[in-house]
């Protein structure tokens, strides 16, 4: 297996994905909306990177797209569905509905989509691996994390349907489940560009990096073609799952 798919591929955990695949031998097409961060991630990471600008949420676009890669990057083994985001921390009678259509439209339908354009030739051959990235929140409530955590819990369950559907061949499937992860644009795109108000979440915090996902991939593939992970939790040791809240009836 040596040509994964890495959506996300602009920024954050899907950057430090490329960098680290291109590093250990792999052919890797990145996808995302901003061509020129594509560009300028070519110009570090040279020839074996391919630069796929689309957005996952346009049906029609992607479909298309995915017939322009070049023999030289296909056929696909490795599928890291990592695009995604969370809009707004407001609660759900406060919250922007155009926010939840956007994160349902990318975190859902958008992965569900390329997965499903993607998973034929993986079974046609035998052959694949799927790497989701959900988050903790998909596990975990916390407040303002709605439809956010709706999302990710779909991931996570759509992950495990898909390992069942796998059954028998040799095609795996993770979904990650990142904790409090600093030093991408998460933060700054759910506070709609409000640096200040993104910098603060990190503040004194020892957050996870991109680079400890990357890792975690890098270990992911390094495991015997028998071996299946099918969650994969990851916090910082500053964070916990712990935190039943009870708060009294405000009158
Ligand atoms: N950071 C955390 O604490 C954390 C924790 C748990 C899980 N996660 C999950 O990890 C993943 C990556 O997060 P990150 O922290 O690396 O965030 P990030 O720095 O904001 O990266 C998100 C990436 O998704 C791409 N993207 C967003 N919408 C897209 C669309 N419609 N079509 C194509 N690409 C799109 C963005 O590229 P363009 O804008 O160029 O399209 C960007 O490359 C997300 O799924 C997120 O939910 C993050």
Redesign the pocket.
Known sequence: MNIALV????????EAICRRLIAEGYHVIG????VE?LSRLQQQLGQNFLPLP????QQQQVSKVLDLIPAKFQPIDILIN?????LGLDPAYQADFNDWQTMVD??IL?LVHLTRLILPTMVARNQGYIIN?G???GSYAYKGGNVYGAS?AFVKQFSLNLRTDLAGKRIRVTNIE????GG???ST?RFHGDKVKAASVYDGIDYLT?DDIANSISWLLSLPNHVNVNCLEIMPVSQTPAGLHVTKLIE
Do not use: Y
């Open positions: 959506t996300g591929a602009s920024s954050g955990f899907g996808c995302a909306r901003r961060k689309l957005d996952i949420t990592n695009a995604g985001l969370a990318t975190n958008g990235i988050s903790i929140a990710k990142p904790g409090l992860c991408t644009e998460f795109v991109a």
